[in-house]
């Protein structure tokens, strides 16, 4: 009778993370969407980066990229609590880590203690950025917006005045030590949009 009281239990505490969740789809980011040009949501793209992990995996060989996908399904959970913090925006950096770290025990402490201890052992080492796949995975986020923006006239460059100069220095170093070789391709794409050429 305990093993089924405890496994009941178990499962609460997993719905009960699953409902909790359910907040990424109300928090908007400033990116916006290619079609309705509405604002995405956390949800949104952390679904989106998941897939462009499947799509250009090849371009990162050797690396476990089913632990790349979960890490990018996890990584903005905290925004439920934090929101989102664009990153053309002025912030404080140490005291948005608090943010999120209180968030990430907050959100992930819902689960049973196993799966807790995983999704935040995937979660700080996206922050940390020290692993191959975490590099990777980091620089998806970074990619994700720059596509986005170059179909959406610019997007959050031309709402912030960003310069073309300024959108090489805060996504190539991120991208380009990621996916180093993708970043002439990506390269391109910004300067085309900045020169009033298609793109994709």
Known sequence: MDHVTDETAALERRFAF?????GLKAVLRQNRTVGERRRENSAEH???????????????????????VAMLLVHDI?????????????YDAAALALVEQAAATRIFGLLPDAQRDGFLA???????????????????????????????DGGTWAENGLSEAQVMARYRPVIERGIPGLWPFVEALVRRHYRGGATV
């Open 122 to 152: 995937l979660w700080k080492e996206f922050e940390a950025v020290e692993t191959a796949e975490a590099r990777f995975a980091k620089a998806l986020d970074r990619l994700q917006p720059l596509l986005l923006n170059t179909l959406t």
């Open 78 to 90: 905290v925004e439920v609590d934090a929101g989102d913090v664009p990153i053309h925006g002025a």
């Open 46 to 68: 952390s679904w989106h980066l998941a897939m462009f992990a499947l799509v250009l995996g090849d371009h990162a060989p050797g690396l476990d990229m089913s632990r790349v």
């Open 18 to 22: 699953l409902a909790e969740i359910d």
